[in-house]
């Protein structure tokens, strides 16, 4: 049959799968690293936003990060005392679970502590989160930041938002181009899961509620060869043997310097 000459819809952004590439690189990469740094930590991330973790690389820059698929960073330090690479690196395994990654660092322990403690930026919820605070919209004219500014320092919201309002459950109307509140709101209150509309509001006034932190949980130090729980680690502490990294992976995201 001759050729057909209909027109074909070409997907300029398909691309190629890396799966296997990505994965096989970032195995080699965590145990290229491991004879390079004398500290190993594990750590979990709080909020996640690849923007704060990037800043974390940037300004931890003698030090490497891995913040890629859990198993695969689990079977790079071994699995088990027969698979480890260095004595001991299989004891971390277990702590590889969730949101995590891994710290190579010639950083000790409090110098890390002391740095992840005084990194903790501010960014807008998101819908599943839970509210660190109560904040109440009050009657009346609204303004751009929800009455947490004095209204002399603050601006009224524009007219264009109006709909946007009145879509997300608020009572309001315009008065001579302005927006007003019929009644006092509540967007959200101090420990609620936020839904998506609610964290719209929060962003719309400008109220950052959820703190990007990085904590440790559990750390190798190649001298001794011992592998010492800290903070929220120490609750799923094991013994090392018959260690299960089975569940659900972490973002699929490799930061690397």
């Known amino acids: 049959m001759p050729k057909s000459k209909r027109a074909k819809a070409v997907h300029m952004s398909k691309t190629s799968k890396k799966g296997k590439e990505l994965t096989i690189r970032l195995h080699a990469n965590v145990q290229a690293c491991i004879p390079k740094y004398p500290y190993i930590y594990v750590f979990s991330v709080h909020n996640m936003r690849n923007t704060y973790l990037k800043d974390v690389r940037t300004q931890l820059s003698d030090s490497r990060l891995f913040f890629g698929k859990t198993k695969v960073m689990a079977v790079a330090l071994g699995l088990t005392p027969a698979s480890e690479p260095y004595p001991h690196t299989s004891l971390l395994t277990p702590y590889l679970r969730g949101s995590v990654g891994l710290l190579f660092s010639p950083r000790p322990l409090p110098a890390i502590l002391s740095y992840f403690s005084t990194f903790l930026p501010l960014d807008y919820a998101r819908a ?12 009346g004219t609204l303004y751009s930041r929800g009455g ?40 959200c209150r101090e420990g ?46 094991v013994d090392g043997e018959g260690m299960d990294v089975e569940g659900e992976d972490a973002e699929d995201v490799e930061v690397e310097a």
């Open 128 to 139: 599943g989160s839970t509210a660190s605070r109560t904040f109440v919209l009050p009657a």
């Open 192 to 237: 609620e899961v936020l839904g998506s509309g609610q964290t719209a509001l929060l962003k719309m006034f400008g109220v950052a509620m959820a703190e990007f932190r990085v904590g440790v949980e559990a750390y190798w130090e190649r001298e001794t060869g011992e592998v010492t729980v800290v903070g929220e680690g120490a609750e799923r502490e």
């Open 148 to 187: 947490e500014l004095p209204e002399e320092d603050d601006v009224p919201l524009a007219h264009s938002v109006e709909p946007n309002l009145r879509k997300l459950g608020l009572p309001t109307r315009l008065v001579k181009g302005r927006v007003v509140l019929d009644g006092e709101y509540v967007v």
